[in-house]
């Protein structure tokens, strides 16, 4: 599976921006879905997780109540609408499809990752 994210840029603080994962191949459906991000200088960190269903979802505690993370099994895409952006949350964005059973927080149990969007919140 490929996996192309895109929907990134520049926002002032407390602006809002949708990211977007466009997956290719035809069981997108049987995946668990997932968004990371990395900001300069630290380690790859857990955003968000949505299951195969879209049913259900996981967040990391520094973006609940502010990411949502959905999901279009028609059109083979995964969202991310990221409201009330704070500096903090500068970093490149990653988008992540998951063979497992559950909603993982871990990013080893992802085995296919897209390239990266970059979100700059200014203040």
């Known amino acids: 599976v490929q996996l192309q994210a895109s929907g990134g840029g520049l926002v002032q603080a407390w602006g809002s921006l949708r990211l977007s994962c466009a997956v290719s191949?035809?069981?997108?459906?049987?995946?668990?879905m997932g968004w990371f991000r990395q900001a300069p200088g630290e380690e790859r960190e857990f955003v968000a997780a949505?299951?195969?269903?879209?049913?259900?979802?996981h967040y990391a505690d520094s973006v609940k109540g502010r990411f949502t993370i959905s999901r279009d099994n028609a059109k083979n895409t995964v969202y991310l609408q990221m409201n009330s952006l704070k500096p903090e949350d500068t970093a490149v964005y990653y988008c992540?499809?998951?063979?497992?059973?559950?909603?993982?927080?871990?990013?080893?149990?992802?085995?296919?990752w897209g390239q990266g969007t970059l979100v700059t919140v200014s203040s």
């Open positions: 191949g035809r069981t997108f459906s049987s995946y668990v």
């Open positions: 949505i299951s195969w269903s879209g049913s259900s979802t």
């Open positions: 992540a499809a998951s063979k497992t059973l559950w909603l993982p927080a871990d990013s080893t149990d992802f085995g296919s």
